[in-house]
């Protein structure tokens, strides 16, 4: 394949990825700045190691090589994030209550719901990377076990405990919030 055929080809399957990639960044290095200075690293590698890609879904491969280039890029600049503390509220038992939802209609309503977005947004901001990546790449990435498991380089089974421990330290954080 030609450079230039490549680069077309190469431009043609990643572009329409481009914000899934910065959104898992974004939301993994806590960062615009260093989000775009990480997709833009992922990019450089994934161009670079374009030739091996064999035809599976190109999504995956790419948020793979993003997610990668997140956690070298938290290694150098912040190697104390990437620890998991153990949390015994975690642990127990007792499954937290729901949250419930709004209507979405008036001014009050809508500005309860920002509030709760921002609430939300705290709450992921506060997960352990580990965790984060896995509830981004399935709750607002909507990527599949499977997807997720490659992209992470983990067993299923553990994108699966992951998902869960991740979902409830953000319920507990909300419900921590909200004073419950």
């Given at each position: 394949?030609t450079?230039?055929?490549?680069?077309?080809?190469?431009?043609?399957?990643?572009?329409?990825?481009?914000?899934?990639?910065?959104?898992?960044?974004r939301?993994?290095?806590r960062?615009?700045h260093?989000?775009?200075?990480v997709?833009?690293?992922?990019?450089?590698?994934?161009?670079k190691?374009f030739?091996?890609?064999?035809?599976?879904?190109?999504?995956?491969?790419l948020?793979?090589?993003?997610?990668?280039?997140?956690?070298?890029?938290?290694?150098?600049?912040?190697?104390?994030?990437?620890?998991?503390?153990?949390?015994?509220?975690?642990h127990?038992?007792?499954?937290?209550?729901g949250?419930?939802?709004?209507?979405?209609?008036?001014?009050?309503?809508?500005l309860?719901?920002?509030?709760?977005?921002?609430l939300?947004?705290d709450?992921?901001?506060?997960?352990?990377?580990?965790?984060?990546?896995?509830?981004i790449?399935?709750e607002?990435?909507?990527?599949?076990?499977?997807?997720i498991a490659?992209?992470?380089?983990?067993?299923?089974?553990?994108?699966?405990?992951?998902?869960?421990?991740?979902?409830?330290?953000?319920?507990?954080?909300?419900?921590?919030q909200?004073?419950?």
């Amino acid at each position: 394949m030609t450079g230039e055929t490549k680069s077309r080809r190469f431009e043609a399957l990643a572009l329409p990825h481009l914000d899934a990639a910065y959104n898992l960044a974004r939301w993994l290095l806590r960062n615009d700045h260093d989000a775009q200075d990480v997709v833009q690293e992922a990019f450089l590698r994934a161009f670079k190691s374009f030739d091996g890609f064999r035809g599976e879904r190109f999504r995956p491969w790419l948020l793979a090589i993003a997610r990668n280039a997140c956690y070298d890029w938290l290694r150098e600049h912040r190697a104390s994030e990437l620890a998991v503390p153990y949390d015994d509220e975690l642990h127990g038992s007792d499954e937290p209550a729901g949250i419930s939802g709004a209507g979405y209609g008036n001014p009050e309503t809508r500005l309860e719901r920002e509030d709760d977005r921002r609430l939300i947004d705290d709450a992921l901001q506060a997960l352990p990377v580990t965790f984060r990546e896995v509830v981004i790449l399935k709750e607002l990435e909507d990527l599949s076990y499977k997807e997720i498991a490659r992209i992470a380089a983990i067993p299923i089974g553990t994108v699966m405990s992951r998902l869960a421990r991740g979902r409830k330290m953000l319920l507990a954080h909300l419900q921590r919030q909200r004073g419950r």
